[in-house]
Structure formats: C-alpha cells, structure tokens
C-alpha cells in the first residue's frame, strides 16, 4: 500500500435478512480529513458508520481502521468514537462523569482524567457546567457535552450521526462552522453522516454521495456540485432541471433532441456520442431570463407561470413548450432597472452558457430508484 | 421521588376531578376502616369478644412480650428474604425479556402471569404435593442417588420462602420488565463505544437505570408479604407465625379485636419506618433516571 488510510472500507455489503442495506461499498478515508457521507435517510450511510463502530457486522467485505483488519473486535476495542445522533448521554451522570467514563474504562489516574475532562470542556466551551445533568443543558449544550465525552479519548476517527439534526437552524449553522474549526485544531478524522447536502457541502473536504446502498459519487463539494456524474447527484445536492434526449449531429455540432422540435447544444468537449440517450442537467442559477424585446425571439422561449420570493433569491417557474417546467433562480441583488422582476404572465427568452449543461448518463431506472 | 417524564397541559380544576372515585373509594374503604383500627387499638376486648373502646396503651405493651416481637421479627425476615429472593430471580428474568426476546414478547409475558389465573390458595397446596418427603422434588432427587433420606422442605422456613418466592415473582418482573424495556438502547451503545465492556456496561449503566423498575419491585413484594398469612399457614404447618397469622388469628378465632388492631396499626408503622429509610438510600440514587 502505497499510502496509508486511517478507514478503509473494501466491498463492503450488509445484509438486513434480504434487505440489502450497503452494497458493495469501497471508501478509503485519508488522515485527518473531515469526510461526510451523504444520502437520503435509508441510503446506508448511518449503517456504514456503525459498522464502522462495529455495532454491525458487515456480510462481506474488509473494514480497516489505521491499517488493521477490525472483523471481530467489539466496539469496546476499537480506536474510534462516536456521536451519537440524539447524543446519547448517560442521564444519571453529571456532565463531567459524562466526559469522564471513557477514560475511566481505560483506567487512567484520576488526576489525568481530572485535567483532560477539564481539557476537553474548555475545548467545546463549557467550563463551569461539570455538575449539570444532561436534562439541565440545551441541545446545543448537549451536543458539546457528546463531543467532548467522544474526543477526550483521542481517537483515531471520530464518527458523527446526523449530530446536528436535532438543533434549530441558526444554532446549527454555528455549530457546522464550530465543528468544522474544531475538527482542523484536533486534527482527528471526521466521517460525517447526514442527509442534509449544505451541511454537508459547508463542512466536508470530501463527500461520498450515497443511494440505495450503493456509491454514487465521490469527491469534493465543488466536485458534487459542479460535475455530479449522475442524475441522482444532481438532483439530490442543489436542483436541476433535466432534459432527457438522443445525441444528434447538427451543423454547429453535437445537441440533444429533447423532442422532435426542441434542440439543445452540447458544450464541446462532452465525450457524448451520437445516437446515445443520455440526461441534461442545468442549475437553477445557471438559467438566464430576458423579457422578450423583438416580435419574432428565437431560441428557448416561454411564459413565467410563478414567481417565489425567497430572500435572497427570487425562484421562477417558467413553462416551455416540449421541455415542460424550467425552473430558474435570479439573485434579488441583481435587479434593477435593466433586469426588472419578471411577472407571472410575462413571455421570457431562456439561455444558458453552454458549459453550464451537465452530461450526466441515462440510467437505467430500477438500479437508482429513490428510497424514501 | 417519582416525579413524571412530561408535563402535560391541561387545566388543574379539571384534573383535579379524575382523583375523585378513587379518592371516594380510599377514603370509605382505607381511611376509614383503618382509623377503627387505630381506635380499637387503644381499647379492650368485651366479655364476649368484640371490642371495648378506651384509652390505654396496654395492648401495646402487650405486643412488646418476647413471643409477639418475635412474630415480628420473623415476618420482616422472612419477608426480606423472600423480596430478596424475588429480586435475584427476577432480574434475570426481566433482562432476558426485556432484551433478548423480540419474537413473541407478549406471549412470553403472559407465560409470566400465567400462574396468577390459577387461585392463589390451589397454587399454595400444588406446591406441599410436590415439595412433601414423598413428593415430586424428593423422589428425584432420591432416584437419582443425591440424597439417601427426604429433604425437608415442607413445614420448614425454606418451604414457605420457596412458596413466597414462587408466588411474589411476577409483581417483582414486570416493574422490572418495564423499566429495562423503556432504557434507550443506544447508551449501551455508546458505553460500549467508549471502551466499557459488557459487564461495565451493565453496572455503569443498565444497573442504576433500572434503580426505579427495582425500587418499584421491592415495594410491590415486600408490603403485601409483610401481611402474607396463607403461604405460612400451608407451607410453614402452623409451625411459624407471620404476623399476617397473628392479626388474622385475633380477628377470626381469638376475637381480640383490640389486640388484633394493636398488632396490624403497629405493623404498618414498622412499614412505613422501614420503606422511608430505605427510599431515602435507594430512592436518591434512583432519582434522576425519571429528570
């Protein structure tokens, strides 16, 4: 092995009586990486983890954590953490027996587990509240107390079920940052489950996309984000708007035929083939909307069916005819005499730079069905 | 100590009124029946039985004879050992039901109570025929060459425990059952997670966890054997009084009411003495599981 990784997993599958829950899952986790796996809720991401934690066996496959083959040792021996989702603190201890018990297991002396409980609350901001029982904290408070408790044992990695889930947006925009910072101080790598894709894109340096059991992408969020290679990642991490079609020569090139009368043109360079079938994505925010000035507009037109007001954006919903609903999206910041707001009714001309299509591959449909 | 898990929203005045049958009910069936006794005791008994009602301590006096503190004495063992025995059952039993059985949960819960359709009184003689020195349990143990003469069980202090133990279990299991059931799951998880092991696990966390189910157990049992005449009557021979017997005895044969109402009033002082204690050991521990 060339390099080393602090989790690898190697086909893993997991087999729920019939159901399959993980199928045939490759991941190698670098040191000190915070890496998220993301996926609706039933996706497996939550059963990779405790596998992971070896609450779950896995029916096949390798898992190794810092290199070592960890079939068959208990949680108890294992060198990683976790944060459980509704934190999972023990109610008849104080907080400071709470952030305590890992090391008491491992037999530390008291002084030590004196200083590095002391330690590890003044890490997560809690100094001061070593007497409170979990009932007597926020869940935000809660959350820290979770952190502090798993961290305290420094272990290798430092596993996270949806541990924000529970808290209210604001608080949970701060705690993302939060964790984020805390992750790069103590240097320990993070595996982050959640479903949730901004969380996700906020914290991650790298994201593994999940879907019924199976990987769907790999890579960075601007990575998932900007070249999802499938439908489901497109659809799933931000909207799109889809066009499914036949590649078709052209005089200026290679388009999709939408229908029979709808072209769309291909950036150059898309590796797509005539006569293959395949799905274009275009992000809301990539879509351009002019009102219409001239009485014959040529390329994509069609009428504004409703306008929602966002905040900082404004989301339109425009139909064309073959193509159905485009669904656009237009920064508020940006209008202004020249770009006025755009009323229901009104006819708009649609574009969109052609690097802003995505090529994903027509899948078949039965391997990616959406779980609920 | 119990304080309840949530707090629900509805209007005092209203609520008020759901302990009102209840209240009625204790009120003509408890409170009243017990203040008689509590007057009868200072009184004597009439010429023909009965009771005489005055003011005097003497039936108190007359408890604290060697023979009667005895009777005391040996309900409170007796009962403690039985409550006791209950509990090392018990437990086990209630773990086992409670997280290992996830197929025919109810079914197994119902094998628990099943005793409790037969009457209390038929179950008690089952026992003498299976515990006497030509019963079942000795011809076993005779065939099998483990013992050369019978073992004496019945009339003895081992077989009114066995009696009490057997018939006392399902009230210590189900406070049991339902406070290990209702533990979450996932702190297990996570003890394990931080390096406990199965046994640290159970007595770090399921153990004072089910300090509630276990405190509740112990009352359910212990009280009523405090007051339990029959199984010593059937299984101890008359041999060995409870002072269930005593009481009972004064009331029906003796028609000492006084003495009678003496003993009992001064057994639920004993009660309440021994339970307040030992609420305040358990019940602090106990405490917060229901925060």
Redesign the interface.
């Known amino acids: 092995m060339p390099e080393s990784w602090d989790v690898e997993l190697q086909g893993v599958t997991k087999y729920f009586g019939s159901v399959v829950a993980v199928e045939g899952l490759t991941l190698r986790i670098q040191s000190g990486q915070f890496y998220s796996l993301l996926g609706p809720s039933g996706c497996g991401k939550t059963t990779t983890l405790r596998m992971i ?3 779950e066996h896995p029916s096949q496959g390798i898992i190794r954590i810092a290199g070592q083959d960890v079939l068959g040792i ?4 294992r060198n ?3 944060v ?1 989702q ?1 934190y ?5 201890m104080s907080v400071e027996e709470n952030v305590a ?2 090391l008491k ?2 037999k530390v002396s008291v002084p030590e587990i004196a200083r590095r409980v002391q330690q590890a609350l003044a890490m997560v901001q809690l100094t001061g509240l070593e007497r409170r ?1 979990p ?1 007597e904290l926020s869940g935000g408070q809660q959350q820290r107390v979770a952190l502090a ?2 961290l305290i ?1 420094r272990p290798t990695v430092l596993l996270l079920d949806e541990p924000l889930g529970a808290l209210d947006q604001k608080l949970r925009k701060a705690m993302q940052l939060e964790l984020k910072s805390l992750q790069r101080t103590v240097g320990i790598t993070f595996i982050y489950v959640t479903h949730d894709q901004e969380e996700a894109l906020t914290m991650s340096d790298y994201i593994a996309v999940m879907n019924a059991g199976r990987l769907e992408q790999l890579g960075t969020a601007i990575e998932v984000y900007e070249r999802p290679r499938t439908r489901f990642v497109a659809d799933f991490i931000g909207l799109s708007n889809f066009f499914r079609g036949e590649v078709i020569r052209s005089e200026g090139g290679l388009v999709v035929a939408v229908d029979r009368r709808m072209h769309l043109a291909l950036p150059p360079h898309s590796g797509a083939r005539p006569g293959q079938r395949i799905t274009v994505a275009v992000r809301p925010e990539k879509v351009r909307l002019a009102p219409v000035s001239s009485d014959a507009p040529s390329g994509l037109v069609g009428r504004v069916a409703s306008s929602t007001y966002l905040g900082e954006q404004t989301e339109y919903r425009v139909g064309v005819n073959g193509l159905g609903t485009i669904i656009a999206r237009r920064q508020n910041s940006e209008i202004d005499s020249a770009t006025p707001r755009l009323a229901a009714g009104e006819l708009v001309q649609l574009s969109w730079a052609l690097e802003s299509s995505l090529i994903l591959p027509e899948e078949g449909v039965a391997s990616h069905e959406r779980e609920g | 100590m119990l304080r309840p898990t949530t707090d629900r929203a509805a209007s005092p005045s209203a609520s008020r009124w759901l302990v009102l049958p209840a209240g009625v009910w204790y009120f003509f069936f408890f409170v009243i029946p017990l203040s008689f006794a509590f007057i009868f005791s200072f009184g004597h008994r009439g010429a023909y039985g009965g009771i005489e009602l005055g003011f005097s301590f003497d039936q108190y006096v007359r408890l604290a004879q060697p023979i009667y503190s005895k009777t005391f004495l040996t309900t409170l063992a007796m009962a403690s050992a039985g409550t006791l025995g209950c509990l090392i059952l018990g437990y086990p039993l209630a773990y086992f039901l409670a997280t290992r059985v996830h197929r025919h949960k109810l079914l197994m819960l119902l094998l628990v109570i099943i005793p409790f359709w037969t009457s209390f009184l038929i179950r008690t003689y089952g026992i003498t025929i299976l515990i006497n020195d030509r019963g079942l349990l000795n011809t076993l143990l005779m065939n099998l060459g483990w013992v050369s003469e019978p073992v004496r069980l019945l009339f003895t202090p081992w077989g009114i425990l066995l009696g009490l133990v057997y018939n006392y279990l399902p009230l210590m299991v189900f406070p049991l059952y339902v406070s290990l059931e209702r533990l979450d799951k996932t702190l297990l998880e996570a003890s394990k997670d931080l390096g406990a092991g199965r046994l640290a696990t159970f007595r770090n966390i399921t153990l004072p966890l089910s300090l509630p189910g276990v405190i509740a157990g112990l009352m359910l049992v212990f009280i009523p054997l405090t007051g339990e005449y029959v199984v010593p009557q059937i299984l101890g021979g008359g041999k060995i009084l409870f002072m269930g017997g005593l009481i009972t005895s004064q009331f029906v044969s003796t028609r000492d009411w006084a003495f009678g109402s003496a003993a009992a009033v001064s057994l639920i002082v004993l009660l309440l003495l021994v339970i307040t204690v030992y609420m305040r050991r358990l019940g602090r521990r106990a405490e917060d599981p229901f925060a």
């Open positions: 934690a070896g609450f208990p949680p108890y021996r990683v953490n976790m459980f509704h999972a603190l023990f109610p008849h018990y890992g297991q491992k029982r009932h408790r798993a044992n």
